[in-house]
C-alpha cells in the first residue's frame, strides 16, 4: 500500500476460513497513524484472528488485507511462550526477537516506566510490570503500528486506567497507530478513536460518545479515571442464538452473518440499542444479544 494519506493497514472485507468454517468475516478496518482503533466482543469473536490479518501472520482467503510498505510492527500478543522454569531477566527479554542498543533498550524500558527492572527476572514481574514489560518491547524498534492484545490483562482496574494512559501517550510520543484488542469492556473507556465490535464479523463500529460524569462514577474511580472514560452506544439488528446460529431483524435464523448476507443495514438503523456502562456508571459488560 502507498497510501499518501497515513493509513498504514487496512483490512477491506476479510476473513479466514479454518476447516470449513468461517472464524471471521467481512472485515472492514483501517488503522491510520494517531490513531488508536479497539476491537472488543465476546470470547472466540475473531479479535485475535483479526489482528493476525493486520499483522500478515494470516493471509485473508477472502477480501484483502494491506499494510504500508516497509510498516514497522510492533506486537503484543495475548499470549507468550516463555520456558518460565529458565532464568531470564527483562533487558534480555528485550533482546529475544533481535538485536538492541543498550540506549534502545534504556530508552524503552524508562517509557513504559520499568527502567529499574532492567536486570529483574521476568517471571518474578506482577501482572502490570509484565504487561509494560511486553510494551517496551513492542515499541523498542520504533514501530509504525502496535498491535495490543489485550494489553491489560492481569491488572486491576486502577492499573488498567494507568496502562490505557501510557499506551495513548505512546501513542502521542511515537506517532504510531494503535489496533488494541480486547473482550473486555474497560478498554473501550480508554482514549479510543474507533472501536470494532466483532462477534464473528463486524457487528457495529463507532466512536466513543461521551465521557462518564455520573457522580457514583466520579466517586468510585476518581474524577482523572472519569476524565479518561467514554461511554459507547451500538446498536444490534440481529441475536446471536447460542447454537451459534443468527436470528434476523425479520425473524429468520441462518448459519451466521456477515455484511454481505442481505440481512445488515449498513448503518444499523434500527434494532436493540446497548450500552456499555450501566445506568449508574459503573462499567457493565456488553449485551451482545446473545438469547
Ligand atoms: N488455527 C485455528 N484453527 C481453527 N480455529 C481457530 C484457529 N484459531 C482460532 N480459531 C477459532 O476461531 C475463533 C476466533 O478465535 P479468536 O482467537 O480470533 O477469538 P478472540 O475474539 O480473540 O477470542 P478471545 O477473546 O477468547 O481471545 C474461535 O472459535 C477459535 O476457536
Known sequence: MTDASSTLVRLSNAGISRDGRWLVRGVDLAVTRGEIVTLIGPNGSGKSTTARMA?????????????????????????????????????RFMRLTGPLSAADCCEALAGTGIDHLARAELRHLSGGEMQRALLARAIARKPDLLVLDEPVQGVDFNGEIVLYDLITRLRDRLGCGILMISHDLH????????????????????????VAQSPAYRQLFGPRAAGALAVYEHQHDHVHLPDGRVRHA?????????????????DHGHGHVHRLVQADGRPARPETGHA
Open 55 to 91: 499483522l500478515g501472520i494470516w493471509r485473508p482467503d477472502e477480501g484483502h488485507a494491506e499494510r504500508l510498505a516497509d510498516l514497522r510492527v510492533g506486537y503484543v500478543p495475548q499470549k507468550i511462550a516463555v520456558d518460565w522454569s529458565l532464568p531470564l531477566t527483562v533487558e
Open 250 to 266: 425479520d425473524g429468520s435464523v441462518t448459519d451466521s452473518c456477515h455484511p454481505g448476507d442481505g440481512y445488515h443495514d449498513h
Open 187 to 210: 478498554v473501550v473507556m480508554a482514549a479510543t478513536d474507533q472501536v470494532v465490535c466483532l462477534n464473528g464479523h463486524v457487528c457495529c463500529r463507532g466512536t466513543p460518545v461521551s
